[in-house]
C-alpha cells in the first residue's frame, strides 16, 4: 500500500515531442505529489508538486495531470528537448509526515 | 527554491574507518531532514529521518548503530558511517522540507566510496 508504481522504465522522445511519465499508487492516504528530475550524480530536483484537490498543474513546459478516483498521476513534458534527458522520479507523501514514497524512475532520452 | 548543501560531494576511505557527511539547509531552517541512499539505475530508498532536538528514526532494516545521525541544530543534520565496508559504497542524500511552501528540497549528494 506503501508503493507508487512508476512506468515506463525508460522513454525515449524526439526533440519537439511530448514526453508522458505516469504513476499510481493505492494509499488513498498520501496528498503531496512531487516530480523530481535527476541528473546522473547529481541529487533530485523538485520540477513542479500537485496536491489532491487540484486536478491539473502547469509550470512552463511541465504539467501534472491528477486523477484521484484513479488513484493515478502524470508528468508531461511538452515540446521536449535534448536538455531534458534525464531521470525522472514521481513520488507522494502522507498528510503530515513529509516523508516521501519514490516511485522507481524513468529514465528520458530525447533525441535530436 | 530552497537551497540544500551536502559535504563532501565525494569521499574515498578506507575499510573500518568512519566517514561524516554534512547536510545543511542554507536559507531555510529545518526541523526534519532525510537521509536517502541511492544505488547506480535506482531509486531513492530513504534510510531515516532526523529530527532536531532528539533522536532520528530509521527505517525497517537500516542499521541505526552504523548509520549514526545527528541533527545538532534547526539547519545542520550529519550521518556518520561507522566502521565503514565496500557494501556501504553508495550514493547518500539527504532532504529538508521547507515549512513556509511546504516543498522538499534534496542535497546534491555524496559519493561514498570504500576501498
Known amino acids: 500500500q506503501q508503493q507508487v508504481k512508476q512506468s515506463p522504465q525508460s522513454l525515449i522522445v524526439q526533440k519537439g515531442g511530448i514526453s508522458i511519465i505516469n504513476c499510481a499508487y493505492e494509499n488513498t492516504a498520501f496528498d503531496y505529489f512531487p516530480w523530481y528530475q535527476q541528473f546522473p550524480g547529481k541529487g533530485p530536483a523538485l520540477l513542479i508538486a500537485i496536491r489532491p484537490d487540484v486536478s491539473e498543474k502547469k509550470e512552463g513546459r511541465f504539467t501534472i495531470s491528477f486523477n484521484k478516483s484513479a488513484k493515478q498521476f502524470s508528468l508531461h513534458i511538452m515540446d521536449s528537448q535534448p536538455g531534458d534527458s534525464a531521470t525522472y522520479f514521481c513520488?507522494?507523501?502522507?498528510?503530515?509526515?513529509?516523508?516521501?514514497?519514490f516511485g522507481t524512475g524513468t529514465r528520458l532520452q530525447v533525441f535530436p | 527554491g530552497a537551497v540544500v548543501s551536502q559535504h563532501p560531494s565525494r569521499v574515498i576511505c578506507k575499510s573500518g574507518t568512519s566517514v561524516k557527511i554534512e547536510c545543511r539547509s542554507l536559507?531555510?531552517?529545518?526541523?526534519?531532514m532525510f537521509w536517502y541512499r541511492q544505488f547506480p539505475k535506482q531509486s531513492l530508498m530513504l534510510m531515516a529521518t532526523s529530527n532536531e532536538g532528539s533522536k532520528a528514526t530509521y527505517e525497517q532494516g537500516v542499521e541505526k548503530d552504523k548509520f549514526l545521525i545527528n541533527h545538532a541544530s534547526l539547519t545542520l543534520s550529519t550521518l556518520t558511517v561507522t566502521s565503514a565496508h565496500p557494501e556501504d559504497s553508495s550514493f547518500y542524500i539527504c532532504?529538508?522540507?521547507?515549512?513556509?511552501?511546504?516543498?522538499?528540497?534534496f542535497g546534491p549528494g555524496t559519493r561514498l566510496t570504500v576501498t
Open positions: 513520488a507522494a507523501s502522507l498528510y503530515n509526515t513529509d516523508k516521501l514514497i
Open positions: 532532504s529538508a522540507p521547507d515549512f513556509s511552501s511546504y516543498e522538499q528540497y
Open positions: 536559507d531555510f531552517q529545518a526541523t526534519t
